[in-house]
């Protein structure tokens, strides 16, 4: 699709030090410098945030605009943003996040197809140290009916007609944003070249805690979508899930034999606390239903693509 002009945008709050190596991983993109723009809402940030966006403003060469909203959450920090690009694709990321030098050029690659409404692509873990950062959460989007925005893109016309982001979710507006895309037929396309290194969390105690928050969010997303998110076949998959990762990881010491081996069952054992912890946040969500029911209009749509 050539070189459309592109928005770059981010959200970000309390993270002064990690957004000044996000900007700057942008900053040196590859894509044509004069046909992209910047965009970052700063929400509410206590921090010193402004300085480092004031530093941008005066380095960049090509557009930079920031914002600051008092402390609304990130769907509406995004919302905000939205409003204020001109791309005609925006792309998504984390203020946690270091995007690949070719990530903008390799996210655009998968545009040609006009049915294609968003593509999104890797996400490895930034620097790891602790065998947590390493194993501890899998960003793979290949197959999934959305895209994490810490590595995503959208035409922009599609992001407007679908209003932004929910703002009345507790959590996991990128998951509501890529169904209500899907609903409205557009296919969502996977870039595995299309690389954003995140920093994942550095203890199993902030990886459980995390999780467990997503489980009471995505009990939220599951009372918006009445027939969509069916919270019973979730919890039974990710249960089943768990059983299956810690039986693998119960033989790990008669199969192990090298380092890779090792590896892949480490990688098993995380992904079963990833799975229990987010099982039980659901249930958690479930017992305080009045807390973490979703406040706005009920969808009773059935789609014909299944949640992942």
Not at 70 to 81: I, S, T, V
Not at 142 to 163: F, K, Q
Request: glycine share 8%; proline share 1%.
């Amino acid at each position: 699709m050539g070189n459309p002009f592109v928005s770059v945008l981010l959200a970000t709050y309390n993270r002064k030090e990690w957004l000044r190596e996000c900007l700057e991983s942008i900053y040196n993109q590859s894509y044509p410098k004069e046909r992209y723009e910047i965009i970052v809402v700063n929400d509410g940030s206590t921090d010193g945030t402004e300085e480092v966006l004031r530093e941008y403003e005066k380095k960049a060469q090509y557009m930079f605009r920031w914002y600051t909203q008092m402390n609304r959450g990130k769907a509406a920090a995004m919302n905000l943003g939205i409003k204020n690009t001109r791309g005609e694709i925006i792309c998504f990321t984390d203020d946690d996040c270091i995007a690949d030098k070719n990530w903008i050029k390799n996210l655009l690659k998968e545009f040609d197809d006009e049915k294609v409404g968003g593509v999104g692509g890797r996400i490895l873990a930034y620097m790891p140290k602790k065998l947590v950062e390493r194993y501890g959460v899998s960003f793979d989007q290949e197959g999934s009916v959305s895209l994490a925005t810490g590595n995503a893109a959208y035409r922009a016309h599609i992001v407007r007609a679908v209003d932004g982001f929910d703002t009345r979710l507790i959590g996991l507006e990128d998951i509501d944003f890529g169904v209500r895309v899907r609903g409205r037929g557009y296919k969502l396309k996977y870039a595995p070249e299309a690389v954003i290194y995140h920093r994942n969390y550095d203890s199993l105690d902030k990886l459980i805690r995390r999780k467990y928050l997503e489980g009471k969010q995505l009990y939220n997303l599951s009372t918006k979508y009445v027939h969509y998110f069916n919270v019973k076949k979730i919890i039974l998959k990710l249960s089943l899930g768990a059983i299956k990762r810690m039986v693998l990881f119960a033989n790990s010491s008669i199969i192990i034999k090298n380092k890779n081996k090792e590896g892949y069952f480490l990688i098993e054992i995380f992904e079963a606390i990833v799975c229990v912890s987010v099982v039980l946040g659901l249930i958690g969500g479930i017992i305080r239903r009045n807390t973490y029911g979703y406040r706005g209009d009920r969808i009773y749509d059935r789609f014909d693509f299944e949640f992942d």
